[in-house]
C-alpha cells in the first residue's frame, strides 16, 4: 500500500536520523517507515540543501548543521575516562 507522507514529517524523520542520531532500526519501529524512504528522504534533503548553499552561500546549510550537532550530541554522550596518576 502506497503511503504518503507530508514534507514535515519527512523532514522530522530526517532530522531523527543525521541530528539525533537514531538507527533506522528504531524510526523504523517507532514510526513504520521502510529503510529505503529513510535513506531516500535523507538523501533529497542533502541535495536540497546543496541547492540552496549554491543559490544563497550566506545562508546557514541545514545537513551540515544536522551533522554537527549529531557530532556533538555523540562526544556528549560518550563516557569520559578517568586518568590515573
Keep these: 500500500m502506497l503511503q504518503n507522507y507530508t514534507p514535515e514529517f519527512k ?33 533529497e534533503f542533502s541535495k536540497e540543501c546543496q541547492i540552496k548553499a549554491q543559490t544563497n552561500p550566506n545562508a546557514p546549510n541545514e545537513m551540515e548543521l544536522m551533522k554537527r550537532t549529531s557530532a556533538c550530541v555523540r562526544s556528549w554522550k560518550r563516557p569520559k575516562r578517568k586518568i590515573s596518576s
Design 11 to 43: 523532514k522530522k524523520i530526517v532530522r531523527l536520523h543525521e541530528e539525533e542520531g537514531r538507527t533506522c532500526k528504531s524510526i523504523i519501529a517507532e514510526y513504520g517507515v521502510s529503510k529505503a524512504s529513510i535513506s531516500k528522504w535523507c538523501s
